[in-house]
């Protein structure tokens, strides 16, 4: 895989699911207080799978790219196995020991999106060396969490 840089720069640049969409199901908006990035999401919903995800928003380099990388693997999955995979990238984020996503736990197989995405994904682990921007990779995996609890509470 590129080096880590070039695959982020390569989605800050050219944002992978970037938009609003129309009649969405739910979304949700969530903002960065400590440095003023922020990003809506849409979502479609089919039965309990996220059929579909866009995002607008303003962001730094992290933040844009961290939105752009979670939209383009994560849609497609159930809301369960979405919550767990949003819990397990969270974890590994503020770990600071861990460079590399930790092997899924018992009972989730190689079909998770971060496992199909591995390399993808490990990409955002860049930020570990500037914990001052841990934050603004989170973000969008914080506004995606935030959003299925408000679809769990409907």
């Given amino acids: 895989?590129?080096?880590?840089?070039?695959?982020?720069?390569?989605?800050?640049?050219?944002?992978?699911?970037k938009g609003i969409i129309p009649n969405a199901d739910h979304q949700c908006e969530v903002h960065n207080r400590k440095c003023g990035d922020r990003?809506?999401?849409t979502v479609r919903v089919e039965g309990?799978?996220?059929?579909?995800?866009?995002?607008?928003?303003?962001?730094?380099?992290?933040?844009?790219?961290?939105?752009?990388?979670?939209?383009?693997?994560?849609s497609g999955r159930t809301l369960s196995a979405l919550?767990?995979?949003?819990?397990?990238?969270?974890?590994?984020?503020?770990?600071?020991?861990?460079d590399a996503l930790p092997d899924p736990p018992a009972g989730v197989g190689p079909?998770?999106?971060?496992?199909?995405?591995?390399?993808?994904?490990?990409?955002?682990?860049?930020?570990?060396?500037?914990?001052?921007?841990?934050d603004c990779v989170d973000l969008a995996w914080k506004g995606v969490k935030d959003m299925l609890n408000d679809i769990d509470a409907r």
């Fill in 1 to 17: 895989m590129e080096n880590r840089t070039s695959v982020l720069i390569d989605h800050y640049r050219s944002p992978r699911c």
């Fill in 39 to 41: 990003l809506s999401f």
């Fill in 48 to 74: 309990n799978t996220l059929s579909d995800i866009r995002f607008e928003g303003v962001g730094c380099f992290y933040c844009i790219a961290s939105a752009s990388i979670l939209c383009s693997t994560l």
């Fill in 83 to 98: 919550r767990e995979d949003v819990a397990r990238f969270r974890a590994w984020l503020v770990n600071p020991e861990s």
């Fill in 111 to 134: 079909s998770s999106a971060l496992d199909r995405n591995r390399d993808l994904i490990s990409t955002l682990g860049e930020v570990k060396a500037y914990p001052m921007r841990i």
